[in-house]
């Protein structure tokens, strides 16, 4: 476990330099005439922070408490920091920046971009907890489309523990790797979004609907999908290995699942030859 510490110096720096590069008339301040900087004073800071101007100036000369959540909050209120600002200011302190932000359903124009400059390549964009947002013609001939579905059931996790029609797709012998893959993933998004409603909700429904989820729920164990190798027995065009990367978007709550043919095999040919049949009746997700 990383024990996070405070770092005085660095805090005490960044504090001066953020006041600096903040106007006054940016918070409704007047400028006056006799300011030696540009910025704002300490005694301003402290009063847009609600907390004691003595307070501040020890906080910026390195022997101040460590400050509390609120009070790192309020200080990147006044300070008008911005996430990845206020995100620097917490660990600083020493503290965990607060839960992550989430783009939820939107897709950017970039992303939507890359699924159509890819098209001979399976592409899906899912959520951190496992909702399917977006994916290209060749991820929806081989892997199914559930776009269109709303709630849990787009979701790769819900639809891997409560549909077993879903298992079909894949070889038996690694179903139990996909159900501890699936669960150490969700246990760490789940952490990240601690309070989050849909977080919240889908997790139970899950514990609700799934003696296997439990079983799996109560070991905590956690690991990010970064990178693995899967096979998928597709119905027109048999088994397809697959290497799939994971890339994140920037905010971390939406990753882009690229799946490419690996290394001297055949799935490059089985997969062209997926273009040209389409869909056909396969309509199963991961």
Known sequence: MIVMTIDRAGLADF???????????????????????????????????????????RLEQSRGPQPSAEMLAALARALRLSDDERDHLHLLAGRRPPAARTAGDHVSPGLLHLLDQLPATPVQILSDLGDVLAQNAMAEALLGGVCTVSEHGRNIVWRWFADPAQRTAYPVEEHDYYSRLHVADLRASSARRAGDPAATRLVERL?????????LWELHEVAVRRAARMRVL???????????????????????????????GDTAERLALLKVVGTGQFTRTR
């Open 234 to 264: 597709h119905p027109l065009i048999g088994p397809v290995d697959l290497d799939c990367q994971v890339l994140l978007a920037p905010e971390g709550d939406q990753r882009v699942i690229l799946c490419t043919p690996p290394v001297g």
């Open 15 to 57: 504090l001066r330099r953020s006041r600096n590069r903040v106007r006054p008339h940016d918070v409704g301040l007047p400028a006056g005439p006799r300011r030696r900087t540009p910025g704002l004073r300490r005694e301003e800071v402290a009063q847009l922070a609600g907390m004691s101007a003595d307070y501040y100036i």
């Open 207 to 215: 514990r609700q609907a799934s003696e296997e989820f439990r079983a």
